[in-house]
């Protein structure tokens, strides 16, 4: 089983406003709402794609229930924590031009709010997934990701992370089967400037001798590069295509690079369905569609080759 961990699950409104005017009353032209966090996405994104999974996380409040109440239409299972402090966060997202983003800060957690979730973490197995995702919030200790693989190693559990900085160069000493940073995050950990895929080859390298089995590099409408567990590497350029929505494309390369490595095992196969599971979600208003990913699949010659 595959299980989800968002720690600050947020609704996201997404609204567009023709001729958007500061200090002025302003009328939305269209309006979506969507439960949002990295973790959520990877749920999303694998249930398009024929994989099952578990919502772990936090919520609170009104906007929680609707959170839950969303998630429950899209038939992904959820096994949240309550947290009495505070709501859910609301993350308006403003089209109009450009898009503008308003985030909110979510609920105020308690050390009882974590234990909780490390019950619930002791209930999983042996050849189980475990994604963190996303950032984390100022009530909760930023060595979260790594307490949380500490206690857990050893146990043969596939813990996939997907976070910046220090969340994710903590966790490397505990192999962490897949991490996927980008281009910045890479230049941000090593201080460096990365200006070719030789560079981005050689600094993944680096992660994976840290620790990390799998190192994921997202190059965004560049395509991606992985340098896999068994030591090959993988680059591909991104499929062409009209960028819709390019949120919660980089947690779909997640969901389709676990959905490669759950059904056949080969990392070059997930390689490319990651690559192509994000340009297709990119490609959306929301998630691609399993015949979205199938299309590209079949367009860059992976289906059927």
Do not use: W
């Not at 309550?82 to 403003?94: C, D, M, P, Q």
């Not at 950032?135 to 043969?156: A, H, M, T, V």
């Not at 910045?184 to 993944?204: C, K, M, Q, R």
């Amino acid at each position: 089983m595959i299980y989800t961990v968002t720690f600050n699950p947020s609704l996201d409104y997404i609204v567009s406003v023709n001729d958007f005017r500061i200090g002025a009353t302003n009328r939305t032209s269209s309006e979506h709402m969507y439960p949002g966090g990295k973790g959520i996405n990877v749920s999303l994104m694998l249930k398009n794609l024929g994989i099952e999974s578990v919502a772990l996380g936090f919520i609170s409040g009104f906007t929680g229930d609707e959170i839950e109440r969303l998630l429950d239409i899209s038939g992904i299972r959820t096994d949240f924590i309550n947290v009495s402090e505070g709501i859910s966060r609301i993350n308006v997202k403003l089209r109009s031009g450009d898009e503008t983003e308003i985030n909110g800060s979510g609920p105020k957690y308690s050390n009882r709010d974590i234990d909780k979730l490390y019950e619930k973490l002791d209930r999983v197995g042996n050849g189980d997934y475990v994604i963190l995702a996303g950032s984390i919030p100022p009530s909760i200790p930023d060595d979260i990701y790594r307490d949380i693989l500490e206690r857990f190693s050893g146990r043969g559990i596939h813990f996939v992370v997907d976070a910046t900085g220090s969340l994710l160069t903590k966790v490397l000493e505990y192999r962490p089967f897949l991490i996927k940073p980008n281009r910045h995050e890479l230049e941000e950990i090593f201080d460096v400037t990365i200006s070719d895929n030789e560079g981005i080859i050689e600094y993944a390298k680096r992660l994976r001798d840290m620790g990390a089995v799998n190192v994921l590099v997202s190059l965004g409408g560049e395509g991606a590069v992985l340098v896999s567990g068994n030591g090959d590497i993988y680059e591909c350029i991104a499929p062409k295509g009209k960028v819709i929505n390019s949120v919660g494309a980089g947690d779909s390369m997640v969901a389709g690079f676990l959905s490669g490595i759950i059904r056949n095992g080969n990392y070059e196969d997930a390689f490319y369905t990651g690559i192509c599971a994000g340009s297709a979600s990119a490609f959306s208003e929301t998630f691609a569609t399993i015949d979205k990913v199938r299309k590209l699949m079949t367009q860059m010659g992976i289906i059927g080759r």
